[in-house]
Every structure is written in structure tokens, then in C-alpha cells.
């Protein structure tokens, strides 16, 4: 199946992820809608959240009206959606070619199809790197998407359910989760989990605050990737919460029955996250003769070109380097979110003959959520130099990030209207999803 019908010019953006959906949208307002060009979004999944926030989804406590519908947002914004995932491409032909897409019982619902582009952006973010370690794969819970991140929240409440309230309960032995990865994702959480399991307790499941969560991290700080300062502040509140650290330590294998580490200790645990590491899917590694890094990333140039003129990398998938340091751009959505803005501007400026823009990365800083414990981080500024900003303002500032990316989605009016809606919303429903 092919589709090729259309000769306006094609750009095909394949990953609906922050910098995709950003691209998709601001593409679709300032050529789809004059008809200067056609626009198509593919992704995987038929619904967006912003990844940042997984580890909310994770403990149910985020509100499902923060996902954005791409169908809708695609008819409201001048651009098409497909639904599918990319599994090869022909340079030459400028083909891309989609996998069918298969029901849960196995039907196929969509057969495999072909897409022609013009121009191409790849944008199809990062999955958890397992480092070739045994039994990762097999025995570790993921929150790459949002289907994994599901995935967890309803074996975390059914986990709770069975320790507390079901056959395991008389056993008065504690529902153990350990996370591997001490970076922003294993320590949001953690205090994430840490705040729900109190919840659960309100919600009348007994002792169900009887839960220990461990963080194993490889390297003697966590946030290895933040200032010591800003790590230390963090460790001193995680220890507040009995979240137990075990910094320093290697993960050689996962079992059934929990993680061993390369001095010889095993650590028990009922539920096992991954969250050490990313990578690019596997399959980059195999489009055409695209340059890739050692963790599949696409190399790009400083205007975000591939090798191939006609194609682009931006977000998590994309090494690019920041000149004046010691390596790439950092896999964050604040990059994401520049490279999708300065993208945005090249094509346009390439279909009227203009110049590429260069992508400069702007490093305002670093936040974790602690959930409603505390906010921690550091802000960047010309002015200021680096600025370690704790509790409120931080928590303020953490929030802005997702409301500039609301914004580039869905305009100032909109997410004025979401934020309002949302606050309504979470004072009638409950804190935490139980299904």
C-alpha cells in the first residue's frame, strides 16, 4: 500500500515523542494550513504525554486528560497522523516503510505501507539501555512509553493488593521495588512511589505503607549527570524517606527473585525497574547507511542533517555536538524541545530556498520533582552563572518546562484553559488511579 498521490512537498516526521509533536504542530500552522507543504506525524501509539512524566503514570497519580489525542491535535493543527511504527527506509526511492499493526489478539488491523518524503525528520526518541546484562530484559519493568508505564502502575496495584489485602498479606513481609538507575527518572520515582504508598493507606489498604524501595545506582553519586551539590540535597531527602541507596554498585544479573551485584550481594525485590541508561531502537542501526554512534543515535551536523541532505535527526535520537564540551547534547527535553524549534525554522526556510538555521543548545539547568516532598535543581543564566534553587521556586520553574512544551503544542489560550481544567479536576477525583 503506498502514498504516494500528493505533489506538494512531503515531510514525514516519524515519532510523535516531545520534539516530533512540537515539529508536527508548529510545521502544520506555518505550511500545512497555507497548503505550502504536506505534513504527516507517525507514531506508534495513537496518544502523547510528555515523557517526563512517565514516572507519574507509573504511580497513577498523573490525570489521563494530559494526554494529548494526535488525531485531534493533527486536525486542529493542519497536519496529518498515521498510525504505525517505521521498520526500514530506502534512501534512494525516499521511501519509508511501516510495519502492519496488530490487534492485542493477534489480527492485523493495518497492513504494511509505504510513505514517500520529501524532506525527513526522525524523531523517534530513546528506549532503556539493559547493557547486554542477564536477565534484564526478562525480569525488569521499562517506562520508555506510555503502554510500559501502564504496564507498572497496574502491577504496582495489583502487587499492593496481593501483599496487603490478598494471600500474601499474612506473611507481613514487605512489597519490595527496586529501581536500577540513579539518574532523574529512578529518583522522581522513587519519591513518586514513596508518596503513593501513603495514599494507599488512606484508600484502606492496611499497612501498605510496609513497602521498601531501593535505589541501585553504578556510580558513588546520584544524578551522576547533576552537580554534586544539587545530588547530595537530593540523596538527603531520598534518606528522609527511608528510600534505601546503594550507590557504587554494579548490577550483574537479574533473577526472578532480584538483582545480584558485582560484589557478590543480592538484593530481594518483588517489582524491578530499569532505568539506567538509553539508546536508540536497535533497528536505527540498520536505515540505509545512516551514520550511527555507539548507542544507535544518528549522527547529525550542527543545522541536525544526517549524511543524507534530505534527512533530519532531533531529540533523544540524535548526537549532536555541543562545542565547548566534552561530548554530545544531553538527552533532556529541553533540547528537545530547542532542536524542534530551530528545526522548524530550517524547513520553512529550505522550501522558500533560504539558509539552514545552526543549532546552538542553551543549557538552562537541571530539575528533579521529589513528588510533594521537595523540588530541587540548578537554573543557568548569563547573569547568575549557576544557581542551586530549592522547594517552591523550584517546583515552580519544574513546572514551567512542561507548560512551555503545552504551549508549543497547543498555544497560550489552550493551556491556559488545560491548567484550569486540571485544577478542577484534581480537586473531584482521586489522587491515584486504582485500575
Not at 385 to 400: D, K, Q
Request: hydrophobic fraction near 40%; charge should be positive; proline fraction near 3%.
Amino acid at each position: 500500500m503506498s502514498d504516494n498521490n500528493n505533489q506538494k512537498h512531503k515531510i514525514v516526521i516519524v515519532g510523535g515523542g516531545a520534539a516530533g509533536l512540537e515539529l508536527a504542530t508548529s510545521l502544520g500552522r506555518k505550511l500545512g494550513k497555507k497548503g505550502l507543504a504536506e505534513v504527516m506525524l507517525l507514531d506508534g501509539t495513537s496518544t502523547h504525554i510528555w515523557k517526563p512524566l512517565l514516572h507519574e503514570v507509573a504511580a497513577g497519580t498523573l490525570d489521563e486528560s494530559e494526554q494529548v489525542e494526535y488525531l485531534a491535535q493533527a486536525y486542529r493543527n493542519k497536519f496529518r497522523f498515521r498510525l504505525g511504527k517505521m521498520e526500514g527506509l530506502d534512501r534512494k526511492k525516499k521511501e519509508i516503510y511501516v510495519s502492519p499493526t496488530i490487534s492485542d489478539s493477534g489480527e492485523e488491523l493495518i497492513p504494511r505501507r509505504t510513505f514517500s518524503y520529501d524532506t525527513l525528520v526522525l524523531a523517534i526518541g530513546s528506549v532503556s539501555n539493559s547493557f547486554g546484562i542477564k536477565g534484564v530484559e526478562e525480569h525488569c519493568l521499562f517506562l520508555d512509553t506510555t503502554s510500559q508505564a501502564f504496564k507498572f502502575q497496574k502491577q504496582l496495584v495489583e502487587s499492593y493488593i496481593k501483599n496487603h489485602a490478598g494471600a500474601d498479606a499474612a506473611k507481613k513481609k514487605p512489597l519490595s521495588i527496586a529501581i536500577v538507575g540513579g539518574g532523574a527518572t529512578g529518583v522522581e520515582l522513587s519519591a513518586e512511589l514513596h508518596e503513593v504508598t501513603d495514599l494507599l493507606a488512606v484508600y484502606g489498604l492496611n499497612e501498605s505503607s510496609n513497602v521498601k524501595l531501593t535505589i541501585i545506582e553504578a556510580s558513588p553519586q546520584l544524578l551522576p549527570a547533576l552537580p554534586s551539590k544539587l545530588a547530595l540535597a537530593t540523596q538527603d531527602q531520598l534518606a528522609k524517606l527511608e528510600i534505601d541507596l546503594k550507590l557504587g554498585c554494579r548490577v550483574i544479573e537479574v533473577t526472578k527473585k532480584g538483582i545480584k551485584t558485582l560484589d557478590g550481594e543480592m538484593i530481594a525485590a518483588d517489582l524491578k525497574v530499569w532505568a539506567a541508561g538509553i539508546k536508540a531502537p536497535d533497528w536505527v542501526k540498520r536505515l540505509d547507511g545512516l551514520e550511527t554512534n555507539q548507542i544507535n543515535q544518528l549522527v547529525v551536523d550542527e543545522t541536525l542533517k544526517t549524511l543524507d541532505d534530505n534527512i533530519f535527526a532531533i531529540g533523544d535520537c540524535a548526537a549532536c555536538l555541543w562545542p565547548g564540551h566534552n561530548g554530545n547534547v544531553p538527552p533532556r527535553a529541553q533540547a528537545a524541545h530547542q532542536q524542534a524549534t530551530t528545526l522548524c525554522k530550517s524547513i520553512v526556510n529550505r522550501l522558500s530556498g533560504g539558509p539552514m538555521v545552526k543549532y546552538m543548545y542553551y543549557d538552562y539547568g537541571s530539575l528533579v520533582a521529589l513528588g510533594k516532598y521537595s523540588t530541587v535543581g540548578n537554573l543557568m543564566g548569563n547573569l547568575m552563572g549557576s544557581v542551586t534553587i530549592g522547594g517552591f521556586i523550584a517546583r515552580v520553574v519544574y513546572l514551567s518546562l512542561y507548560k512551555m512544551h503545552q504551549v508549543a503544542i497547543h498555544g497560550y489560550y489552550r493551556t491556559a484553559l488545560l491548567t484550569l481544567s486540571n485544577l478542577f479536576r484534581r480537586s473531584a477525583h482521586a489522587k491515584i488511579k486504582m485500575h
